[in-house]
């Protein structure tokens, strides 16, 4: 007999379950079960006995997983925050000024931990502190203007001068703006996006670095393309143990201080998965800092899971290669041997591929 019941937990309206992105969610929620010995119960309905663990598509906040009887990382995969912004980018950056607007819970201390770890950049959540951020960035160069509840690149504009930042702030209502806020930060271009990350689940936790990249859907937009990781057993120290490049091993550390300023808001996660950009500014200087954090389920997670089998069914093994590729249009096959999670016609995105590739890379020598 099962242990418990693995459930989704989304609310999404039918066709979203019809999609590529909700049929992957529900192909990572039964990977899960596998790895736990778990049913899966497909999505939440509040009637299941039993132990329940949780995959939501969205961070939950505290009262939420309270309500859902969820009380840590082990209930669920991903994590718990106090705040709803906290659920966003718009923590990655300072307030502009000491008195600044901000949202009540405002972590001053995270922005302080986190510092030598991310970009030269600004939250904001007012038009006034928004021309002011934008106008101090704009001594480097261009900046990046990103809607902090955006994902997979989508929704983000490079300004090159405040006329620029009225457009943009013309589209964004006041309300909006100081609900959700604004993130500014210097461009970077070109830029390499690492993508580092922790998952725990039962006994096991690896620890993983890897590479992003963006593809483009079928009307051309820049979209999430997929992620190649090296995933190791073990928590950060043993990633730090890896013989990596010098670029790879400051990712590595900028996000673990990333990950530990989270203490400053409570943030608790069985997955935590942080995003580096590596690149030039407009005048040649080379910077590097975290883009953004994710503690839920994210574009990664399928090469997350098919690694964590593998650590579990080879108990030797210490290191994984794992890769998970979103790819659009109608010639597109995925490899030999690939856990194939969408193939098919979407009937929003259009034709699209979704599939993981997991390979062991090193075991340990008896």
Same mark, same amino acid.
């Given at each position: 007999?099962?242990? %418990? ?12 379950? /019809?999609?590529?992105? $909700? ?17 899966? %119960? ?13 995959? =939501? ?5 505290? =009262? *939420? ?17 106090? *705040? ?8 990655? *950056?300072?307030?502009?000024? =000491? ?81 959700? %806020?604004?993130?500014?930060? &210097?461009?970077?271009?070109?830029? &390499? ?11 096991? &936790? ?18 999430? $393309? ?35 300023? &989270? ?13 580096? $950009?590596?690149?030039?500014?407009? /005048?040649?200087?080379? /910077?590097? $800092? ?59 995105? %259009? ?12 075991? /340990?020598?008896?």
């Amino acid at each position: 007999m099962a242990r %418990g019941t693995v459930v989704v937990h989304a609310a999404r309206p039918p066709e979203f379950w /019809r999609r590529h992105e $909700g049929i992957t969610l529900c192909g990572v929620a039964e990977s899960i079960a596998r790895f736990k010995d778990f049913d899966y %119960g497909g999505h939440w309905d509040g009637r299941r006995p039993g132990a329940v663990f949780f995959v =939501p598509d969205e961070t939950l906040l505290r =009262p *939420h997983a309270e309500a859902l009887g969820v009380r840590g990382p082990a209930d669920l995969f991903g994590g718990i925050v106090p *705040h709803a912004f906290v659920q966003t980018k718009i923590i990655t *950056h300072p307030l502009v000024t =000491p008195t600044a607007d901000r949202p009540d819970g405002w972590s001053e201390g995270f922005s302080r931990r986190s510092r030598e770890g991310v970009l030269p950049g600004y939250s904001t959540f007012g038009r006034r502190d928004a021309a002011d951020a934008v106008g101090r960035l704009l001594a480097i160069g261009p900046v990046r203007a990103k809607l902090p509840r955006a994902a997979g690149a989508r929704d983000q504009c490079t300004l090159a001068s405040l006329r620029d930042l009225d457009a943009l702030v013309a589209s964004v209502s006041a309300t909006a703006l100081a609900q959700h %806020g604004l993130v500014f930060e &210097t461009n970077l271009e070109p830029v &390499t996006t690492f993508s580092i990350g922790l998952v725990t689940l039962d006994d096991l &936790t690896i620890a993983y670095h890897g590479r992003q990249w963006l593809g483009r859907d079928n009307v051309g937009r820049s979209v999430y $393309g997929g992620s190649a990781l090296t995933c190791v057993r073990g928590g950060w120290d043993a990633l730090e143990g890896l013989d990596v490049e010098p670029a790879v091993r400051l990712a590595i550390r900028q996000a673990r201080m990333y990950d530990a300023a &989270t203490e400053e808001y409570g943030i608790t996660a069985s997955r935590r998965n942080y995003d580096v $950009g590596q690149g030039f500014d407009a /005048r040649g200087r080379w /910077r590097s $800092g975290v883009f953004e954090a994710s503690w839920r389920l994210g574009g990664a997670s399928p090469a997350e899971l098919a690694a964590m089998h593998l650590f579990v069914e080879s108990p030797a093994l210490d290191v994984v290669q794992a890769s998970t590729v979103e790819a659009y249009g109608r010639d597109v096959e995925p490899p030999p041997g690939a856990i194939v999670h969408f193939h098919g016609e979407d009937e929003q995105d %259009g034709p699209m591929t979704r599939y993981t590739v997991a390979t062991a890379a090193l075991e /340990r020598v008896a």
